[in-house]
């Protein structure tokens, strides 16, 4: 390529031709040159396309109807239809807000808290256009990373609904979710995942030039493979501030709560399962042995969590139970959510072990002390599971346990571990998290009560949300 140039613009320089024809010369140079930048620009692998669409749809199953069914089947029969309701609209507002202007906000460069406007409506987003991945020279469609993402953005938001179930107006529902994704969701997205991406990483001077750039947990060194801050604890902190908002369900503790249908929370919990294994190994954002190691600890994870959750309840109360089952596997799914892609295989089973005894605690011994009225355990699972996921992904990472390590995209191998330094960060983002979100949460749900109040009257409480919210029922007897 050299010394094509060299030929042609020699040419042009000893006036060979005419001016005509050095400005010809000139507009060849210029086509030879863009060529093969061109040529030399990442382009999208179809593997990885493929793997990323396929992944896509796992977390769109995960929510509707997985997620969906899963909490449906746990409410009364008379409050099916209202939850199953919340989350499919959610889904469906979450997916436009994403476009509008969520997307932008948590993926683009601006501070350390908030990105830019740049890509409000998708501006700049074509068929064309390529988004990083966690290797250099490695790109996707940044279309399917965007409906990637924004499963994500719609799946948090709705695991909320859980911790107030039957009991908050369809309306504050809604106006809540959209000033959470807006001031929770995306700046908590924007803090852990944005980064230049790996290529920015030249020298030590441009990864710290880089570094500045990223996100605010991202630059503490926090890790968070799939989001357990972002999805679960986020989520789980303003699920427990709502239900003490919003109060207590009439005749808690007084009368029979019992879920209308275990069955029907085993099929969801089931679809949690496999559409995870797109919400975990997808989040790799390649079709790589960084995903399979994903997807294996996924299993593993969820395995060894469904055996502990049900082998401590079996010792307390006596009998092990197919809704603490259900329970327990989610707790699992929710604790490797940030590990996956750090921790091997090993690690996951013990994380998975750990979390289902202390979740069973949480939303037994805790949620008793402390009296809150959590419906569905959203705070216990997902809060409290978060947490053991995202503090265990700074131990189990450690390649002396049989992790990855962390990649020091500067010198293009795994850097020296430091534990206790790893921990640190790690707790960063769980404490940003909790704070963030309970302080949006707070402020959220106190404008909501006073717009349109949150919470259904007592005479629609007891009736039921399916009828007096959505004028149906879920079931002709």
């Known amino acids: 390529m050299k010394k094509i140039l060299i030929s042609l613009t020699g040419l042009a320089g000893l006036g060979f031709g005419t001016a005509a024809m050095a400005e010809g010369v000139g507009e060849i140079v210029e086509t030879i040159v863009e060529t093969v930048q061109q040529a030399a620009a990442p382009t999208p692998d179809k593997g990885d396309t493929a793997w990323m669409i396929v992944a896509t749809v796992l977390v769109t199953l995960m929510v509707i109807p997985g997620l969906a069914l899963f909490y449906g089947g746990m409410v009364r029969a008379k409050n099916m239809l209202s939850v199953l309701m919340q989350v499919f609209v959610i889904f469906s507002l979450m997916a436009v807000l994403w476009a509008v202007y969520g997307y932008s906000v948590a993926f683009t460069e601006g501070n350390a808290f908030f990105g830019s406007l740049d890509k409000a409506f998708l501006a700049g987003v074509t068929p064309s256009s390529v988004a990083a991945t966690f290797s250099k020279g490695v790109v996707i469609p940044e279309l399917i990373y965007v409906a990637f993402q924004l499963t994500f953005a719609c799946i948090t938001p709705a695991l909320i609904v859980g911790a107030f179930a039957e ?62 801050t972002v999805v679960h604890i986020n989520a789980g902190i303003a699920g427990l501030v709502g239900c003490i908002l919003v109060g207590k369900r009439l005749g808690f503790k007084k009368e ?34 960084t995903a399979a190691l994903a997807f294996v600890n996924t299993m593993l994870a969820t395995a060894a969590a469904t055996l502990s959750w049900s082998a401590v309840e079996w010792i307390a109360r006596g009998k092990p139970s197919m809704l603490g089952g259900a329970s327990g596997a989610v707790a699992g799914l929710v604790a490797i959510t940030p590990a996956c892609g750090f921790v091997g295989p090993m690690g996951s089973i013990v994380l998975g072990l750990l979390v289902g005894v202390i979740c069973f605690w949480s939303v037994t011994s805790l949620k008793n002390a402390l009296g809150y009225d959590d419906s569905l355990d959203v705070f216990g699972v997902h809060g409290v599971g978060g947490i053991i996921g995202a503090l265990g992904t700074g131990v189990f990472a450690s390649p002396a346990l049989g992790g990855t390590g962390v990649y020091d995209y500067v010198a293009n191998a795994v850097a020296e571990y430091d534990m206790l330094t790893q921990v640190i960060s790690q707790a960063w983002g769980v404490g940003l998290t909790i704070v963030w979100s309970g302080a949006v949460s707070f402020v959220s749900y106190k404008i909501v009560d006073a717009l349109v109040g ?23 007897i």
């Open 454 to 476: 949150l919470r259904v009257s007592e005479e629609v409480e007891r009736e039921g949300l399916d009828v007096r919210e959505h004028g149906e029922t879920a079931y002709h």
């Open 167 to 228: 009991r908050m107006k369809f309306s504050a529902v809604l106006l809540f979710m959209v000033l959470w994704f807006t001031f929770s969701y995306l700046p908590i997205a924007h803090m852990v995942w944005y980064w230049a991406g790996p290529d920015a990483y030249t020298d030590a001077a441009a990864g710290e030039k880089a570094l500045a750039t990223a996100g605010f947990l991202f630059q503490k060194g926090a890790l968070d493979f799939a989001g357990g």
């Open 256 to 289: 029979a709560m019992a879920p209308h249908s275990v069955p029907m929370t085993m099929i969801g919990a089931s679809l949690l399962w496999v559409g995870w294994f797109g919400f975990n190994a997808g989040s790799n954002l390649e079709a790589t042995g």
